[in-house]
């Protein structure tokens, strides 16, 4: 019987060693959040800080303390969507508040079930010993110490989780682009800011063009790109097929955002010509950013990783990481290196980056998939609403007329049209020049952080 039990109890202790780590679901949220200016779909502007958000409204702090509402219907469609972020940021911190979630959102994370199977387990044998008086009080003091004692490690023997990267490592893969990006870390992750513009040309070949163009976006503070030092396996990668056609995917080595190579619509975005020669093009924002693996940063990244995953994976190009020619790749777009660590490689075809995310990644689920998104990730700031698609249109030139601006062209009907921007400390200005020669004139307020 008492083989039995220590079998039983052995069983528990090993539900505990071989419980697989759960999704690192808090995310990682900044306390103080990057805000300014929020717009209002009636066109006028409301300044405050972010402070706490509850059913339908957000509070917002302003100078002094003050606090005023804000009624989320009245907010535009961006700026609802950035409150309802940030609501359920603070909501997240709440919840962080309770000691269980603190432990459940540090690094010692145990499936919930297979730890209490493993504590009931324990318990029983224990009782099961007193109960029968099978063995003296010091055995069974020894034995249930030793049963929690084996719970408390079976915390930290998470065999889910590759070794945690280096600072330094990924560091070196961003320092060809510095200063134009900036670095920085702490404990949990890697830290990027960039205005999001890269040092090569960009928007020509555009043949399915928005009528954006690029602008500089705030990449910066709070607002940061934020790459996990210790990735984690995820039990079931999440296919960038279904999921993720909002926000980015993986940051690239000079500050650019690389996201799902489908489009909004889950159309291949290279394939229906809305890509430039460099793999990008414009969101919304006017925010630059790529759809398919820059794999011209080769040229001067060499061996070193292109890019890292918002899982905190690497992204090489055609070469493994010690040059030799590229080995076969799963269907997230990678493999084991011989480090014993897992990397994607960019490909020239789909899904040109990742195909699942072999990491654990936290998401927004405030739109479902595939409209959904991974978090934490910088969030571009659009200063002008949407236009149309110019149908017809192809970009020619994109090329800087003097510090801080640019003048786009495009061709359509064999005729030449242009949209001239510039911006300075107040505001961006933009002329566009049909191709008919019809002139119009638009300026839009820069927005500060405060
Ligand atoms: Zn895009
Ligand atoms: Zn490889």
Same mark, same amino acid.
């Given at each position: 019987?008492?083989?039995?039990?220590?079998?039983?109890?052995?069983?528990?202790?090993?539900?505990?060693?071989?419980?697989?780590?759960?999704?690192?679901?808090?995310?990682?949220?900044?306390?103080?959040?990057?805000?300014?200016?929020?717009?209002?779909?009636?066109?006028?502007?409301?300044?405050?800080?972010?402070?706490?958000?509850?059913?339908?409204?957000?509070?917002?702090?302003?100078?002094?303390?003050?606090?005023?509402?804000?009624?989320?219907?009245?907010?535009?469609?961006?700026?609802?969507?950035?409150?309802?972020?940030?609501?359920?940021?603070?909501?997240?911190?709440?919840?962080?508040?309770?000691?269980?979630?603190?432990?459940?959102?540090?690094?010692?994370?145990?499936?919930?079930?297979?730890?209490?199977?493993?504590?009931?387990?324990?318990?029983?044998?224990?009782?099961?010993?007193?109960?029968?008086?099978?063995?003296?009080?010091?055995?069974?003091?020894?034995?249930?110490?030793?049963?929690?004692?084996?719970?408390?490690?079976?915390?930290?023997?998470?065999?889910?989780?590759?070794?945690?990267?280096?600072?330094?490592?990924?560091?070196?893969?961003?320092?060809?682009?510095?200063?134009?990006?900036?670095?920085?870390?702490?404990?949990?992750?890697?830290?990027?800011?960039?205005?999001?513009?890269?040092?090569?040309?960009?928007?020509?070949?555009?043949?399915?063009?928005?009528?954006?163009?690029?602008?500089?976006?705030?990449?910066?503070?709070?607002?940061?790109?934020?790459?996990?030092?210790? *990735?984690?396996?995820? =039990?079931? $990668?999440?296919?960038?097929?279904?999921?993720? &056609? %909002? +926000? /980015? !995917?993986?940051?690239?080595?000079?500050?650019?955002?690389?996201?799902?190579?489908?489009?909004?619509?889950?159309?291949?975005?290279?394939?229906?010509?809305?890509?430039?020669?460099?793999?990008?093009?414009?969101?919304?924002?006017?925010?630059?950013?790529?759809?398919?693996?820059?794999?011209?940063?080769?040229?001067?990244?060499?061996?070193?990783?292109?890019?890292?995953?918002?899982?905190?994976?690497?992204?090489?190009?055609?070469?493994?990481?010690?040059?030799?020619?590229?080995?076969?790749?799963?269907?997230?777009?990678?493999?084991?290196?011989?480090?014993?660590?897992?990397?994607?490689?960019?490909?020239?075809?789909?899904?040109?980056?990742?195909?699942?995310?072999?990491?654990?990644?936290?998401?927004?689920?405030?739109?479902?998939?595939?409209?959904?998104?991974?978090? *934490?990730?910088?969030? =571009?700031? $659009?200063?002008?609403?949407?236009?149309?698609? &110019? %149908? +017809? /249109? !192809?970009?020619?030139?994109?090329?800087?007329?003097?510090?801080?601006?640019?003048?786009?062209?495009?061709?359509?009907?064999?005729?030449?049209?242009?949209?001239?921007?510039?911006?300075?400390?107040?505001?961006?200005?933009?002329?566009?020049?049909?191709?008919?020669?019809?002139?119009?004139?638009?300026?839009?307020?820069?927005?500060?952080?405060?």
């Amino acid at each position: 019987m008492k083989t039995f039990l220590l079998v039983i109890l052995l069983i528990g202790i090993h539900c505990s060693f071989s419980s697989k780590a759960v999704a690192h679901n808090g995310g990682h949220y900044h306390q103080q959040d990057e805000l300014g200016t929020w717009l209002l779909a009636s066109g006028k502007t409301v300044h405050g800080n972010f402070f706490m958000g509850k059913d339908n409204t957000i509070v917002l702090e302003q100078t002094g303390g003050k606090l005023i509402t804000v009624p989320l219907d009245q907010l535009t469609e961006q700026d609802r969507e950035l409150a309802i972020l940030k609501m359920q940021r603070f909501n997240e911190l709440n919840r962080a508040a309770t000691l269980f979630v603190k432990i459940k959102s540090s690094a010692f994370i145990v499936n919930k079930n297979w730890l209490l199977l493993g504590i009931l387990i324990s318990l029983v044998c224990s009782y099961g010993y007193w109960y029968r008086k099978a063995v003296p009080n010091r055995y069974l003091t020894t034995i249930t110490l030793s049963s929690f004692l084996v719970l408390v490690v079976s915390f930290v023997g998470q065999s889910n989780r590759p070794p945690k990267t280096s600072a330094a490592f990924i560091d070196s893969a961003f320092a060809p682009y510095k200063p134009a990006v900036q670095t920085s870390w702490d404990s949990a992750y890697f830290h990027v800011a960039s205005t999001g513009l890269p040092n090569h040309e960009m928007m020509v070949g555009i043949k399915s063009w928005q009528q954006q163009v690029p602008l500089p976006q705030n990449y910066t503070g709070n607002n940061q790109w934020s790459i996990p030092l210790q *990735p984690e396996y995820a =039990a079931n $990668p999440i296919s960038t097929k279904t999921n993720f &056609m %909002r +926000g /980015a !995917v993986a940051l690239a080595v000079n500050g650019v955002p690389i996201f799902n190579a489908l489009n909004n619509r889950g159309d291949d975005a290279f394939l229906v010509g809305e890509l430039d020669q460099w793999g990008g093009h414009c969101g919304k924002g006017d925010d630059y950013h790529y759809h398919v693996a820059p794999l011209h940063l080769e040229t001067l990244s060499g061996w070193m990783p292109i890019a890292f995953a918002l899982d905190g994976f690497a992204v090489y190009a055609s070469k493994e990481p010690d040059g030799t020619a590229m080995k076969p790749l799963d269907e997230c777009h990678g493999h084991v290196g011989s480090n014993g660590i897992y990397h994607y490689h960019g490909t020239i075809n789909y899904p040109y980056v990742i195909g699942a995310m072999k990491g654990k990644v936290a998401t927004d689920e405030s739109k479902p998939a595939p409209e959904n998104q991974i978090v *934490p990730q910088a969030f =571009a700031r $659009p200063v002008r609403p949407p236009l149309t698609p &110019m %149908r +017809g /249109a !192809v970009i020619t030139d994109l090329k800087a007329t003097a510090n801080n601006a640019y003048s786009l062209t495009y061709q359509m009907d064999k005729k030449l049209g242009y949209v001239n921007y510039s911006w300075d400390a107040n505001n961006y200005h933009f002329t566009f020049i049909d191709i008919n020669g019809n002139e119009r004139k638009e300026t839009y307020p820069r927005r500060k952080q405060q």
